[in-house]
């Protein structure tokens, strides 16, 4: 069998997400950090894939995630870098340097808030960006990553 890694997505969220379910509900919703961490599981194991997911509030921490993943030889990263994705070069060179394909997600619809969350440098590194669809955005965005590194949906036999 091969190696696990290269069967592994990391899942990176950014600061004040381990605040969902309860951090402005009416942008962000109800369901929590551990619903959306069970959603990624539930979407990637569908494509045969194993989703490792991290939260840290520390810009740095989601860099060095970035860079372990070259190192272990993910095969994609899921992002939601948070308000990181508006302000961080270094989440952008981190991205562009390790070369692995990545969506950025946002849970709200980032282009219909205040004008400083227009504009994501964690988008320009990314191959597609998904907001505004919930928590929903994960799934669209793990199915979306599968389709990019030509990971077919395991059906039952193949179990």
Known sequence: MADAA????????????????????????????????????????????????????????????????????????ILNAGAYSHTSIALHDALIGVKIPTVEVHISNIHARESFRHHSFTAKAAFASICGFGIDGYRLAITGLAAKIGAKAVTQTDI
């Open 6 to 77: 290269h069967n592994t997505i990391y899942v990176l969220n950014g600061p004040n997400l381990n605040l969902l379910g309860t951090r402005e509900p009416e942008t962000y919703g109800h369901a929590t950090l551990a619903d959306v961490e069970r959603l990624c599981v539930e979407t990637a194991a569908r494509f045969g894939l194993t989703a490792e997911c991290r939260q840290s509030n520390h810009e740095g921490v989601l860099v060095d995630c970035i860079h372990e993943a070259r190192s272990r030889g993910v095969v994609g990263i």
